[in-house]
């Protein structure tokens, strides 16, 4: 059974910084591309970053650029998200998901995703 279970978010104020998990069992963590994506209340769904199955060649969001910093640990079969300066637009529920085939095409679209964790929320607030 796939699994992925995201951790890390929560209330930080504006500038702050907070490190998202996102741990994941049930399928070969490294042989697949995965990504954050986010959703911002009353708002779709918006992707954030990728990454490939080896861990790297990442790729960010315009909005996010400079600011956030995607690693993924195939050892330990986890993802992260690290986001420093956050800003209160980065206000969303961040889910951590699976590229549905191998490769690393096309991440932008969240149909490419198969598996997606339970999210967490991260609310940026002073």
């Known amino acids: 059974e796939v699994r992925m279970v995201e951790s890390g978010g929560g209330l930080v104020q504006p500038g702050g910084s907070l490190r998202l998990s996102c741990r994941a069992s049930?399928?070969?963590?490294?042989?697949?591309?995965m990504s954050w994506v986010r959703q911002a209340p009353g708002k779709g769904l918006e992707w954030v970053s990728a990454?490939?199955?080896?861990?790297?060649?990442?790729i960010y969001v315009d909005s996010v650029k400079g600011r956030f910093t995607i690693s993924k640990d195939n050892a330990m079969n986890k993802l992260y998200l690290q986001m420093n300066n956050l800003k209160p637009e980065d206000t969303a529920v961040y889910y951590c998901?699976?590229?549905?085939?191998?490769?690393?095409?096309?991440?932008?679209?969240?149909?490419?995703?198969?598996?997606w964790g339970q999210g967490t929320q991260v609310t940026v607030s002073s």
């Open positions: 990454v490939n199955s080896g861990g790297s060649n990442p």
């Open positions: 049930g399928f070969t963590f490294s042989s697949y591309a």
């Open positions: 998901a699976k590229r549905r085939t191998l490769g690393y095409s096309e991440v932008y679209y969240p149909r490419e995703y198969d598996y």
